[in-house]
């Protein structure tokens, strides 16, 4: 069978070798240079710009028809409000640049295709023109860039609430941990040398704060309306928290402290009802009814988004946004990292 | 063969033709004349084959780790056959295996494919030619650069076929992660590999970055001033000096990773819990990494970048028979991406917990990037207006070039506002953005090297048809691939994640994944009709006029050879700058550089 392969492919290359020969020779006794590009080359490629223009136009809008109902729905928390605003100004912004650059690039290249009739002019350079394509980007840019850093200065602020809610998310592979600072609201020091199994996050033991830690895993919770200030660490190496739904994200870097606030302004349940999220869950239901497995509701997550490692996909924690009496009921169910360490 | 070095730099002042006949009785082997040469011509084409077989590579991967993200669990046989029973069990990819195809994807791509193989051929190729010189300042270095290349590609390459696999921490390789045998196989031996690769790399890159701009600033042809440049030349000048003043910084970081993993240091690591018990190394930082390591990569987008527009740049005047717009101010912006090409690193590490102030800098010095960015564009758009377009191939290319680089550039805008990037820094709107505007432009930027000087390099020319087609295909694919990744990353979805459907948040984005893919492999087929026209064409194409595209440039005043010294009498004597394409007074619509200006002409450079 192998043979018959083999054999069947040597034939092919002689064929394909005596075709060519023919192509080749009929190509020299005609003595054209085939290379050269022609009229109806140049008329060809010059109206195929131009439909690629119609094409690719096109297929944006289909996009934005199509999946625009797929991307985050509204942002959940309140300096959220902040970038989404600005977001939606520069895909205004760069979404007209986009086609109108690219509508006179396709245009100019279907209009001016050669012909042999025809010469190009010399035009060298025009200051004037030069001037202005210098100057109009360099003012929008401005304009991108004092608000951007106007909002990056008001998010990154630290200590806006005097009595936050303080969260420490602590990260390995693969999985979340959070700390909530318990009754005295300070959190206890640590030592990645005191980890072990009764001590995943390496809580110092001597340490009289840390006994009304509190640790969670799998979800955590957090009260509508208050500013949560978050501290990241990692134990082993770089990972990232993201927080999708909140517009929020930090890297989590061993040997490191790093910390991200955002005050969220939407309930799980709000969410639940939010028309956007209610038709992205539709869709994903009925994928799941299809493939026979059992629908879900939404709910925030936070990701991992900094490569580390097999299982880097699934590294993940539910998180839940409710009203600060169903928080306080939650968080009074904890165990304390006291009782946790003394079992 | 050591006179090489001594007639280029003769040739420079003496237009003598006493050395043109000592070019004739020089004994060659067979080894001397293909494998250790000393010829840019033949270390030009050199680099183009190993980078092109370094780029189907990295190719087959993406499509291998394309099907495991639209059909997740699905059974590929041939991804067993390819990968093995340990990566690809069953033809199902392996999670860690998957690490691996991206990281090395990447790396090859980035690195052994737009950086080695982009200058590496046309720096080769053309700066001798372009400039008229005899060969580079140094062949023997220029030879030596090669086989540094081919060296760390093969370790690359070997790599892949070790028992734990190769790195698969990111093509970024971010210790710790990088630096843990523990957290991921790749960082075991496939590590130690890819660092040795890197570091040979470097090797390469500044013996080859050095010779290219002695021999630009040195070896110029009588007449030859610095505005009489091709944009090719400006191009690839500033783009060594770039990688001059990067690559060391990428070899030191390189250096200090090697010193944490094998000898005890702690550079990168502190406070670390892995493999069930605390490690003694304290006090490092691994952001340390991420500066050193960002200090080279983000030139090295413009390492990548900058050849690929001076190539356009040449083939759009050449192609549109009309000068360059705005000769200066492509220069100029050249010139000024290059430096602020430095100062914008801190780009990539916003969410890094890095000072917000800090980060403040880099969005200002980031966001200036744009403007001679737009100058550029708006120069070769206005090139075409009132042009005479010849659609060649490489003109194709071209266009589709300046298409990804605004359709990519714009998104660029919105990644380097630090605000903006909170939400989607690290996601699929990043791979979306620099697949398009670095990946698309640089790969287009090289298919359109290659058709135009392929007469140059092989003396044959390549099927007109067949790159008709293989550019169009891959324009609808490339954009089909790469433009709706846009959405997934708007949609939250999160970089380097093995499935996307192991947890039900983006199960409804399937479709999107699905078709992606399948653009993926329709572009890919459409590589499959340029290699058959590429190596077809290497040995049977047509013959070639010896000025094919009537072009200004020097390298198209020697004849359809590869001359030993590249031009067989005295050097070309350079009168005007390389744009003179339809000037009036002329009757045709080009006039080449060595045509001396009449008594009242002016030169189009000296504006």
């Known amino acids: ?44 490629n010059g109206r195929a710009m131009l439909l690629f223009m119609f094409l690719f136009f096109g297929f944006f809008i289909w996009q934005v028809d199509k999946y625009s109902h797929r991307v985050l729905p509204k942002s959940a928390s309140e300096h959220g409000n902040l970038i989404d605003g600005l ?28 012909t042999k009739d025809r010469r190009a002019e010399y035009i060298v350079h025009n200051n004037k023109l030069e001037m202005i394509w210098t100057i109009v980007p360099a003012v929008a840019l401005a304009f991108i860039i004092i608000f951007g850093l106007k909002y990056w200065n008001e998010i990154m602020k630290r200590n806006v609430d005097a009595n936050p809610i303080k969260i420490e998310l602590y990260a390995k592979q693969f999985d979340w941990t959070a700390r909530y600072p318990g009754a005295d609201n300070e959190f206890g020091i640590d030592s990645y040398m005191q980890i072990d199994g009764s001590n995943p996050v390496g809580l110092d033991t001597t340490d ?47 040997g490191q402290i790093t910390s991200f606030r955002f005050k969220p302004i939407v309930t799980t349940a709000e969410m639940r009802k939010d028309a956007h999220v209610i038709r992205n869950i539709n869709e994903i239901n009925e994928i799941r009814t299809k493939r026979g497995e059992d629908p879900i509701e939404f709910d925030y997550l936070l990701l991992c988004n900094k490569i580390c490692g097999a299982s880097h996909y699934n590294m993940q924690m539910k998180i839940v946004v409710e009203s600060e009496k169903d928080y306080n009921a939650w968080i009074a169910k904890q165990k304390t990292f006291k009782t946790v360490a003394s079992k | 063969m050591e006179h090489t070095h001594a007639a280029a730099i003769e040739g420079h002042n003496l237009h003598d033709h006493a050395h043109a006949h000592d070019h004739g009785d020089h004994h060659e082997t067979f080894v001397s004349k293909y494998v250790f040469s000393q010829d840019h011509k033949v270390i030009s084409r050199q680099f183009l084959i190993t980078a092109v077989i370094m780029a189907v590579i990295a190719m087959v991967m993406s499509i291998i780790f394309r099907l495991q993200l639209a059909w997740p669990g699905e059974k590929f046989a041939f991804i067993e056959t390819l990968m093995g029973r340990k990566w ?134 009588k007449g030859m001033k610095m505005t009489r440049l091709p944009l090719t030349i400006w191009a690839f000048l500033i783009t060594a000096i770039l990688g001059v003043l990067s690559f060391p910084v990428l070899f030191s970081a390189v250096l200090l990773l090697i010193f944490d993993r094998s000898m005890g240091t702690s550079f990168y690591l502190s406070d670390i819990y892995i493999g069930g018990k605390p490690m003694e190394q304290v006090g490092g930082s691994p ?133 903006l990037d909170i939400t989607i820094h690290d996601t699929y709107f990043v791979v979306a953005h620099f697949h398009i505007v670095m990946g698309l432009s640089a790969i287009f930027g090289m298919f359109a090297g ?137 009757t045709e619509d080009f006039v080449p550089q060595t045509v001396p200006l009449a008594h009242d002409e002016h030169d189009g450079g000296e504006h």
């Open chain 1, 1 to 44: 069978m192998t043979l018959l392969y083999i054999l069947a492919f040597v034939l092919l290359c002689i064929a394909l070798n005596q075709l060519f020969q023919v192509f080749e020779l009929s190509r020299d006794l005609r003595g054209e240079k085939l290379y050269k590009t022609t009229d109806s080359d140049n008329k060809f």
């Open chain 1, 87 to 114: 977001m939606d100004a520069n895909y205004v912004l760069v979404v007209a640049v986009f086609f109108v650059v690219n509508a006179f690039l396709f245009f100019f290249a279907w209009r001016y295709h050669g």
């Open chain 1, 208 to 254: 009289k704060r840390c006994k009304d830690d509190i640790l969670v895993k799998n979800e955590f919770h957090i009260p509508v309306g208050r500013e949560v200030v978050f501290q990241f660490r990692s134990r082993d190496i770089i990972h990232s928290a993201f927080m999708p739904h909140f517009r929020a994200q930090m890297n989590c870097v061993p």
């Open chain 2, 88 to 221: 690809g069990k069953d033809g199902i990819l392996d999670p860690n295996a998957y690490l691996a195809l991206v990281t090395i994807h990447g790396t090859i791509m980035v690195f052994f494919v737009l950086t080695g193989g982009l200058s590496g051929t046309f720096s080769n190729l053309l700066i001798p030619y372009q400039i008229g010189a005899r060969d580079m300042a140094s062949g023997f270095l220029n030879m030596l650069s090669y086989w540094f290349f081919f060296l760390s590609s093969t370790i690359m390459l070997g790599s892949l076929f070790i028992e734990d696999g190769p790195a698969s921490s990111g093509w970024t390789i971010y210790p710790p992660l990088s630096a843990l045998p523990e957290a991921i196989p790749g960082s075991k031996l496939g590590m130690t590999l890819w660092l040795m690769s890197m570091s040979l790399f470097v090797v390469s890159s500044l013996l080859g970055s050095l010779n290219y701009i002695v021999t630009i600033v040195n070896l110029r042809t």
């Open chain 2, 287 to 419: 952001i340390l990494f991420e500066h050193l390591f960002w200090f080279l990569g983000h030139p090295e987008v413009y390492i990548v970048l900058l050849p690929a527009l001076g190539i356009t740049s040449e083939i759009i005047a050449t192609n549109s028979r009309k000068p360059i717009f705005g000769y200066r101010a492509m220069i100029g912006s050249m010139l000024a991406i290059g430096f602020l090409s430095f100062i914008v690193w801190g780009h990539h590490m916003f969410m890094t917990g890095m000072n917000p102030f800090l980060g403040s800098v880099f969005v200002f010095t980031t966001l200036l990037i744009a403007i001679p960015s737009a100058v550029k564009a708006f120069n070769y758009i206005t090139t075409l207006w009132k042009g005479n377009i010849q659609y060649t191939p490489a003109m194709l290319f071209s266009i589709g070039l300046v298409s990804s680089f605004i359709t990519g550039g714009v998104t660029g805008i919105i990644l380097a506002d630090s605000t």
């Open chain 2, 450 to 586: 290659v058709y135009h000087w392929f007469p140059k390099m092989f003396l044959r020319m390549m099927n007109k048809k067949l790159g008709y087609l293989h550019f169009w295909m891959t324009f609808l694919g490339a954009y089909g691939v790469f433009f709706p990744m846009h959405f997934l990353g708007m949609s939250g979805v999160p970089r380097r994640y093995y499935t996307n459907s192991n947890f039900p948040l983006f199960d409804n984005l399937m479709d999107i994944n699905q078709f992606v893919t399948m653009c993926a492999i329709f572009a890919a087929l459409a590589q499959v009709v340029f290699l058959i026209n590429f190596f077809y064409s290497m040995f049977r194409g047509e013959k070639p006029s010896e000025n094919p595209w009537k072009s200004n440039t020097l390298e198209w005043t020697n004849p359809v050879a590869h001359i030993h010294g590249n031009w067989p009498g005295a050097l070309p004597e350079v009168h005007r700058w390389p744009y003179d394409y339809s000037k009036p007074g002329h």
